[in-house]
């Protein structure tokens, strides 16, 4: 049982090994993603920003950017709502969702 918990241990570990976390500001506003870099040549620097779900940063969306080095693209998930503020259910992902949705000049701020 132990082998099989190491083993599984480190798959996760080299899974996530080359994600990065990245904390950074907009406003006043501390957010902290993930970079994933890519691992095979990408001679013109192309990179793709990860907008996760209305949950915010989950495994998918690390997965993802991870997914996306694998073919050669610079990834990086982005913080949608600042640390601290992750919902912990639904109700509070609608509420801070739709936000955005209402306000979506807003949300395309912190994007461009």
């Known amino acids: ?40 040549d990408n001679p013109k620097n192309i990179g793709v920003i990860v907008l996760p779900a209305w949950m915010g940063i989950d495994d998918h969306a690390k997965e993802s950017a991870e997914a996306l080095a694998s073919l050669g693209y610079h990834a990086f998930v982005a913080d949608i709502y600042g640390v601290g503020n992750k919902p912990t259910n639904t109700g509070e992902a609608g509420k801070l969702a739709g936000y955005f949705k209402n306000n979506y000049k807003d949300y395309q701020k912190e994007y461009n």
Do not use: C, P, R, W
Not at 6 to 11: C, D, F, Q, S, V
């Open 1 to 40: 049982m132990k082998k099989y918990l190491a083993l599984i241990t480190l798959i996760t570990f080299s899974m996530n090994a080359q994600l990065q976390t990245v904390a950074y500001v907009d406003g006043g506003q501390k957010l902290e993603g993930f970079f994933a870099k890519a691992t095979i």
